[in-house]
């Protein structure tokens, strides 16, 4: 099955679309990758909003990443959000946006962002001799 993931974050946009086969190694394979550079973070530390600019990209980027994904045969299309999102208090107008162009984002908890990036990192690595805490 054919699933895609996109991360909205800070600086970029990126796209992963990968065949998962379970019980197979390795389970899954890159089919595409794609990183956008949008910026939706520009200005926040010194306003606290999101720029309507920086949306702009964004929401662009989200559905162009969203099509590429269905055409590349995705089954499933899951879109999440990090630090920025948490940050602006303007993030909910932007997830509506986002919701309305038909990429519908979850923010992601800075505990659930580490642990993302924590069990990607372990993915990608070959299977330690005697184990991961060995």
Request: net charge neutral.
């Amino acid at each position: 099955m054919r699933v895609a993931t996109i991360d909205c974050g800070t600086n970029t946009v990126l796209l992963l679309v990968a065949e998962v086969r379970p019980g197979q190694t390795p389970r899954t394979i890159a089919i595409e990758e794609r990183l956008e550079i949008t910026r939706l973070g520009q200005g926040l530390d010194q306003s606290g909003v999101l720029r309507e600019e920086a949306m702009l990209r964004t929401l662009a980027a989200l559905e162009s990443h969203a099509e590429r994904a269905r055409a590349l045969g995705a089954a499933q299309v899951v879109a999440v959000g990090t630090e920025s999102l948490r940050a602006a208090r303007n993030s909910d107008a932007f997830l509506a946006r986002a919701a309305a162009a038909g990429v519908p984002l979850r923010v992601l908890s800075g505990d659930e962002e580490a642990w993302a990036s924590f069990r990607s990192v372990v993915a990608s690595l070959p299977p330690p001799a005697g184990g991961l805490w060995s």
